[in-house]
């Protein structure tokens, strides 16, 4: 077998669009690769990827392999995780990089124990090692206390990454790549799932993931009225998003797809204000990536002012009604 080389990022497509994850692989896997002295490929895999190709390759990609087949319509383990497993044995590269997401947590350790070799999931960080060139997996152990890097001489190296965690190139639509068809000549009838149903979940205002803004509440909100209240308006007002940790969600206050966590969604907006929240490790691990994190708690001693750039000690039902109304006037200027 020739030499591994390379790194290879699985990409993925939602809604007809390259996913934002894909955008975050071709970030960090360009670095991995140009310090390796390697190309960079990614893979498309889908039924009509159409333009999207060469979106990748102003994204960072030298070369993307499309794979797309009316068979790979919707995302079935078997036939992506065969695909891609052919793709790899003939490309052999040396790093192979996928997402944290539903997708990449699935398809990862299966295609990590089809090619013999090791997967560290969720890295928060990646490097290569000048010296023996591996690659540096580092990520967060113990409920988020503590941060673990990981080294692996097996080939090829496999990571995961966190969603948000990796920060995409800037697109620049002059950038030239090859873009090459793959077809892996899968077995239809070796594919054994199926697609039943597929449930789309409706979300009102912009997505928490993506918001530049996330208004968090904590359990010290008090109830569910707040959070439809208070917190909806002044997310409105900065064009953002209502979070919460843990005990509102399990308390029925709000959804559970608002949670931020270990458990819950990884965040990293612009803006992060974080209202009647401790700030458990459980809780930060979803969102210290915030560019701006301000916190408002009446404990002046809470964990959350340990990540803050701003902090207020005080009741949030005195100081939020306050804030609002700066917020109003700044907005209106
Ligand atoms: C395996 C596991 C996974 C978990 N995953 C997650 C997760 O994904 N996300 C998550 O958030 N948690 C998670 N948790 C739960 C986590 O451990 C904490 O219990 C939770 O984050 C605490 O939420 P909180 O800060 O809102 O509540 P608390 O810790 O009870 O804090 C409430 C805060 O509100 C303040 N406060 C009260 N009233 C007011 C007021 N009027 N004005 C201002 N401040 C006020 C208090 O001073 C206090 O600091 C997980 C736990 C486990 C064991």
Not at 64 to 93: H, Q, S
Not at 168 to 175: E, G, I, M, N
Not at 199 to 217: H, M, N, S, T, Y
Request: aromatic share 4%; charged share 25%; with cysteine.
């Amino acid at each position: 077998m020739s030499e591994n080389k390379g790194v290879l990022i699985v990409g993925e497509l939602l809604e007809g669009k390259l996913a934002s994850i894909t955008g975050e692989l071709l970030g960090i896997g360009r670095k991995l690769a140009d310090s390796l002295g390697q190309n960079l490929s990614a893979v498309l895999i889908g039924s009509g990827v159409g333009d999207l190709a060469n979106e990748a390759v102003a994204l960072g990609a030298d070369k993307v392999y499309v794979i797309d087949n009316p068979m790979f319509k919707d995302y079935l383990t078997d036939a992506y995780v065969g695909a891609l497993e052919k793709l790899v044995k003939e490309t052999n590269p040396e790093i192979v990089l996928l997402g944290q997401t539903a997708t990449g947590r699935d398809l990862g350790p299966r295609l990590g124990f089809r090619l013999g070799t090791g997967v560290t999931l969720d890295c928060v960080a990646l490097a290569i090692d000048p010296e023996t060139k591996l690659m540096q997996k580092t990520k967060p152990v113990y409920g988020g206390n503590a941060l673990a890097m990981y080294v692996g001489e097996d080939r090829p190296q496999m990571a995961t990454i966190r969603v948000k965690s990796m920060e995409p190139l800037p697109k620049d639509a002059s950038r030239k790549g090859e873009v090459k068809a793959f077809d892996p000549a899968l077995d239809a009838s070796k594919v054994r799932g199926k697609m039943v149903n597929r449930v789309k979940e409706e979300v009102a205002g912009i997505k928490l993931e993506d918001a530049a803004v996330v208004i968090c509440g904590g359990r010290g909100m008090g109830g569910p009225d707040p959070f439809k209240t208070v917190l909806a308006d002044l997310a409105k007002m900065l064009n953002g998003a209502v979070g919460a940790t843990r005990p509102p969600c399990d308390s029925g206050w709000v959804p559970t797809i608002n949670q931020i966590g270990l458990t819950g969604k990884i965040v990293a907006p612009t803006l992060y204000i974080g209202i009647a929240l401790s700030g458990s490790s459980q809780h930060l691990a979803g969102m210290t990536g915030s560019k701006n994190i301000v916190a408002i708690n009446k404990d002046g001693e809470a964990n959350i002012f340990g990540v803050s750039h701003f902090g207020v000690v005080g009741d949030y039902k005195k100081v939020l009604p306050a804030f609002v109304a700066k917020c109003k006037e700044l907005v209106a200027k």
